[in-house]
C-alpha cells in the first residue's frame, strides 16, 4: 500500500530529466495539433457545443498525468462515449438546451465517482464480463451508427433519428433537400481523408520521409482538411449559401463548479454513467495494455481506473463531458515518443492556449469537415472480419455478437451493450449446464487415459471409467446424475464406476448432494463408486463432509492406479462397440454427448 | 416422439389390472381423508374461500392422471405454492374481493401455460439454476413466515403483515386481544399435532400395528383434530364466543370457464407465475424423484412440466389455484400402496363427493384446528441443519442461502427466491473468473503431474508447467494473461512453458485471444509456449484457427510426453522453494493462488 500506488507521478516524476521533457514536448505539440479538430468533432458528435469538447481535453489531462499507469495513453473526448453521452443525456432533455449539457456534465462527474470507487475497491475484474466479442462488436455498431448520424452533416441536410433505421430513413426522405455547396466541401474532406489514411504515408516515404515521421504527419490529415475548409468558406462566403459553421466559440478557460445537485436526474443518469464508466475503461485499458506491451511495460488495471476516474471527475467539475483514453490520438502520442504521462499535461496546456487564441480562426470552419473527419476515424473501428472469425470459431461468441450489433443497432447503445453482456453470461452458463462426459480408456502402452470415441483404448466391461469434463455445480449437477443413473440401466456388467475429475475444479452444495445420491444408488444396485485425479482444493473441501466416509470405493490419486487395483476384479478387454455388453433394450441417455454410453444402435 | 412420451398414460393404461386398481383405491381413500383438512387450509393461507381448495383437489388431479409421468406424486394445494399466490394476488386487490379469487386463478392458468410452453420445448434444465441451497433456503424461510402468518388465527386476534418483522409486530402488539377459546382450541390442536408427528407412530406400532399402517394413520392426525374441533365447537356453541369457523362451504361442483382476460392484469402477474412454476416444478420432481427412486423407477422432467402444466391449466379453469405435488400427501399415496396416477383420479372424485356431501358437516370446523394443521406441517419444512452444512462446506452456497433466507423473510417470497437466483449465479460467474493455476511437477516414479505445492514432485527450472484449472472464457482470460506474464518476469531462467489443459473444457473467442497473445509475448520473450494434455472439442475448435500455426512450441497428447521432449534441453532438479531460481526483484503475481510463481519471501 505504497503512497506511489496511488500516485504514479510519485514513480516517474523524480526520475524526470531533460531528454524525457523533449520528448514528451515534441508529443505533445503533435496530439494538440490532431486533438483540436477532433475535440471540436466530438463535442459535435455529443450534441454539446464545441468548446465543451475542448474544456473536456484541458484539465482532465492533468488529473490522469498524476493518477493515470499508463505511460502514453492520451486522455479526452472519444466517439464511443461522444455517442452514450448523447444518447444519455437526450433522455433528460433536448439537444441545445442547458440541461442537456448540465446532463453531460452530471454523467462526467458520476461516471469519475463510479471508476474511483471501482478503483479503491479493486473492482477491475468487473470489465472482465465485457467479453471481447462483445465490445468488438459493440464499437462495430457503434461506429457505423456514428457515421451515419453525420452523413447529415455532410449533405446539410436536418436528419436525425435514434437507431440506425430511423437516421436512413430520415436520410432517405430529406435527401432531396441536400445542401449542394455542402455536399462538395464534406464530400471533398471525405475523399480527401480517405486518401490520406491509405495512400499519403505510402506517398511521404517515397519522398524520402522516415517511416515515424511520414506516420505522424499522415495522421495530421484533418488538420489539412480543417484548414483547407476554414479558407474555402471565408474566400467564398458558402456560409451565406447555407453551409454550416462552427461560429463563434468563446475564448474563455473552463468554468470550475459542481454540476448542480438534483437527486431525481443523477438517479436517472446512474446506470447510463455506470455503462460509460465501463466502456470508457475497457477501451482504454485495451489501449493501454497494447502499447503496454510494445514497451515491455505493464498497466495496473486497478490504477487506470483511479486515473481514468479522476480525468472524467475533473471534467465534471470543469464544464466538459465524459473521457477516456482514445486509440488513434495514443498511438500517435507513442510514435511521436511521449515518455510519461506529462506529455498529456503538456497537451492540455496547448488546447488551453488554442481556446484562448485560436478560436476565433475557427469561424468559418463548416461542420461538414468535422462530420468527415469523424465518419473517416469511426469506419476504422467497424471490424467486420473479427465478427467473421468469430463465426468460424465459437456460434455462442457469435451469438453474442450478433444480438450486441443489432440491438445496438435498432435500440441505441446502452440497451446493445448490456443485451451482450446478459446474453454471453447466460451462454457461458448454458454451455457449463450440459457439460461434456466421456468414457475413457487407456491408451495402450501409457499411463494415459483417453475418451473411447477418438482414440483407440483399452477398456473394461466391468470397471468403467467416466471422465466428467465440468465442475460440479448446482446448473449441471441433475444432468451428472441422470447420465450415471441411464448408464447403470444400459451397462448391466458395470461393478465399478470411476468418475475422473481432473476437470472438476469446483463441487459445490447441489454437485456434492447428488455424488451423495449417485452413491447410495449405485450401492443399492451393487455397483461401487470411486473417484479418480481429484484436485488438491476439491479434496480438501470433500474432507470437510462425509461423503468420503460414505463413499462405497475409493478416491485414487491418479486413474492408472485405479485400472490397476480395479484390474484384479475385471479382465480387460478392448473396447468394440460392435459387441457391446449394454443392454439393448435400454433407453438412449440423456446425454447425447456421452460417447459408448447408448446402446447399440 | 413417441405419443405415449406425451401420454404416460398410454403407456400404464393398457396395463391396468384388478388388482393394481384395488391398490389404486385403497390409496386414494386415505389420501382423499388427508386432503380435505389440507386443502380448506392452504385455501385459507392463500387468502382465498375455502372451496377454492377443495376445487383445486379434483379437475386438475384428472389432468395429472392422464399426462403426469410420476407414478406415486399427488397433485394439489401446497403451502409454498398458497403463500405465493396470497403475496401475488395481494399485490392484484384486497383479500377477500371477487379480483383478488380471480387473480389467483389467472395465475394458475398462466403458471399451466408456461410450464406447458417449457415442456413442450424440453426446458426443464432451467430449473437447475435454482441451486439446491437457494431452495433449500427458500422452503425454510417460507416455512417461518407461513408459521408465523397462521399464529393470529391461533390467538383468535387480526394481526396481518407482508414479512415476517410485520407480522411479529403485529402479534406483538395485538396480543392482549388474543380470545382465550381460540386459544384454548388451537393450543390444543397444536399440542395433539405435535404429539401425533413424533409420538403416535411408535405408540400404534407398540399396540401391534405394522409400520406402514402406524405410518398412514399417524399421518391422519390431523383428521381427527378437526373431527374433535368441530364437535368441541358444536357442542359448546363456541362460535358464538368469538371462535372464528369455516361457516359455509357451497355444496357446487367448480364452475368451467376461461378466467377473465385483461391483458395489464395478466401482464401484471406474468413474472409471479412463472416463479410459481418454477418452485413448483422444482418441489414436485425433487418428490417425485425421491419417490421413482424408491421403486428403481425414473421420471422425465420434461414431462413432469407437461404433467403438471397440465393439472395448473386445468385448475385455472375450474375455479382453483396453483397446484403442484406435494411432499406428505405423496409420501401417504406411496406407503398407501399407489401404483399408478389413476389412483389420484380416485381421490379427485373423493375430494368431488366430499364437496357435494361433506361441507355441512364443516361448517363448525374452527380456522384455528385448521392453522394448527398448517403450522405443523410447514415446520418440518425448515431446515436448519442443512444451512449448518453447506456453511461447513460452501461459504459462496452459504452466503446465497443467507440472502436467500434474510430476502425472504424482510422482503417476502419473490424477491427472495429472485435474490438467491441471481446471486448464486454471481458467485458462481466470480469464482470461474478468479480460476485456480498451479505450477506442477511429476509425482517421482510415475507419469502423473501435481502441483508443487501440495505434493513432493520433480521440476525443471527451464520447463515449466502451469496447469490451468478451469475453462478460459471471457472472465478470466486476462487473468491468465496477467499470470503468465507476471510469470516471465519472476523467472528469467524459463525457456519454455507448458500449458497443462485437462481442467480446460472449454475456450471461448476471449481465451483464444489471450492465448494468442500469450504466444506472442512469450516468443518475443524467447520462451516458447507449449500445450498438452488438450481434450477433443477443445482441440477440433483450435484447429479450425491460425493459433495451432502460430504456436511456437507443440501440443503434447500427455504432460509425461512433454517432460520427455523437453527434458533433452532442459536438466531436472528437485523443487525446492528455499533455492528458487526466481528474481528476487520482481513484484509479485496477481494470482496469489498460484503457488511457487511469487518471488522469494
Known amino acids: 500500500m505504497k503512497l506511489a500506488n496511488y500516485f504514479p507521478i510519485l514513480d516517474w516524476g523524480p526520475k524526470y530529466r531533460g531528454e524525457t521533457f ?25 450534441g454539446l457545443p464545441p468548446q465543451v469538447g475542448l474544456y473536456a481535453s484541458i484539465l482532465p489531462l492533468f488529473a490522469y498525468a498524476i493518477f493515470g499507469s499508463a505511460r502514453q495513453l492520451a486522455v479526452g473526448p472519444v466517439a464511443i462515449l461522444s455517442l452514450m453521452t448523447a444518447a444519455a443525456a437526450g433522455k433528460i432533455a433536448a439537444q441545445g438546451s442547458a440541461e442537456y449539457i448540465e446532463a453531460a456534465l452530471i454523467l462526467a462527474f458520476l461516471s ?21 466479442p462483445v465490445v468488438s462488436a459493440f464499437i462495430t455498431a457503434s461506429g457505423i451508427i456514428i457515421a451515419a448520424s453525420q452523413l447529415k452533416h455532410i449533405l446539410g441536410i436536418d436528419a436525425g433519428g435514434h437507431n440506425l433505421f430511423e437516421i436512413v430513413y430520415a436520410l432517405g426522405t430529406k435527401i432531396t433537400e441536400t445542401n449542394l455547396p455542402t455536399l462538395y466541401i464534406g464530400g471533398a474532406a471525405l475523399i480527401f481523408l480517405f486518401w490520406v489514411r491509405g495512400q499519403f504515408k505510402p506517398l511521404l516515404k517515397k519522398l524520402g520521409l522516415g517511416d515515424k515521421a511520414a506516420t505522424i504527419i499522415a495522421r495530421a490529415g484533418p488538420v489539412f482538411a480543417v484548414v483547407a475548409g476554414i479558407l474555402a468558406v471565408a474566400a467564398m462566403r458558402l456560409d451565406q449559401q447555407g453551409v454550416k459553421i462552427l461560429g463563434d466559440v468563446p475564448k474563455n478557460l473552463p468554468e470550475i463548479g459542481l454540476p448542480s445537485f438534483a437527486p431525481d436526474i443523477w438517479m436517472q443518469l446512474l446506470g447510463s454513467a455506470a ?51 482514445g486509440l488513434a490520438r495514443s498511438a500517435v502520442n507513442f510514435d511521436a515518443g511521449a515518455e510519461t504521462p506529462a506529455a498529456g499535461a503538456f497537451t492540455a496546456v496547448g488546447i488551453a492556449l488554442a481556446t484562448i487564441f485560436l478560436t476565433p480562426y475557427l469561424f468559418y470552419l463548416p461542420q461538414a469537415v468535422l462530420a468527415a473527419t469523424i465518419i473517416v476515424a469511426v ?9 467473421i472469425k468469430v463465426w468460424k470459431y465459437s456460434k455462442s461468441d ?19 451493450v448490456t443485451t451482450g453482456v446478459v446474453l454471453s453470461l447466460l451462454l457461458h452458463l448454458y454451455n ?18 483417453r475418451n473411447v470415441n477418438r482414440h483407440a483404448v483399452v477398456t473394461s466391461d466391468c470397471a468403467l471409467t467416466i471422465r466428467i469434463d465440468e465442475s460440479l455445480y448446482f446448473a449441471n449437477a441433475r444432468f451428472l446424475e441422470d447420465t450415471v443413473y441411464c448408464m447403470l440401466g444400459n451397462r448391466p456388467d458395470m461393478k465399478h464406476l470411476v468418475l475422473m475429475c481432473p476437470a472438476v475444479n469446483r463441487i459445490d452444495a447441489s454437485g456434492l448432494e447428488s455424488l451423495e445420491a449417485i452413491n447410495h444408488r449405485l450401492k443399492d444396485a451393487g455397483v461401487t463408486l470411486h473417484l479418480s485425479e481429484v484436485k488438491g482444493p476439491v479434496m480438501d473441501r470433500l474432507k470437510k463432509t462425509h461423503f468420503l466416509d460414505e463413499l462405497t470405493g475409493q478416491v485414487f490419486m491418479h486413474q492408472y492406479e485405479a485400472m490397476q487395483a480395479l484390474d484384479g476384479e475385471c479382465v480387460a478387454s478392448a473396447f468394440d462397440p460392435g459387441v457391446q455388453t449394454t443392454n439393448p433394450e435400454a433407453s438412449p441417455c440423456p446425454s447425447k454427448r456421452l460417447a459408448g454410453l447408448d446402446p447399440a444402435k
Chains 1, 2 share one sequence.
Open 22 to 46: 523533449a520528448n514528451d514536448m515534441v508529443a505533445a505539440v503533435i496530439v494538440t495539433i490532431m486533438l483540436i479538430p477532433q475535440s471540436l468533432a466530438y463535442a459535435l458528435l455529443a
Open 379 to 387: 469506419l476504422s473501428l467497424v471490424n467486420i472480419p473479427e465478427v
Open 398 to 416: 457469435f451469438a453474442a455478437m450478433i444480438a450486441t450489433i443489432f440491438m445496438t443497432l435498432a435500440f441505441g447503445v446502452e440497451l446493445g
Open 432 to 449: 457449463t449446464s450440459r457439460p461434456h462426459f466421456a468414457l475413457v480408456g487407456q491408451v495402450p502402452g501409457t499411463h494415459h487415459f
Open 112 to 132: 469519475g465517482l463510479i471508476l474511483l470507487v471501482m478503483g479503491l475497491f479493486r473492482m477491475g475484474f468487473l470489465a472482465n464480463f465485457l467479453s471481447h
Open 275 to 325: 455503462l460509460i464508466s465501463l466502456i470508457g475503461f475497457v477501451e482504454s485499458v485495451s489501449v493501454g495494455q497494447t502499447l503496454a506491451a510494445k514497451k515491455r511495460d505493464r498497466i495496473d488495471p486497478n490504477q487506470e481506473l483511479i486515473g481514468l476516474g479522476a480525468a472524467s471527475l475533473t471534467a465534471g467539475v470543469s464544464s466538459g463531458y465524459p473521457v477516456t483514453g
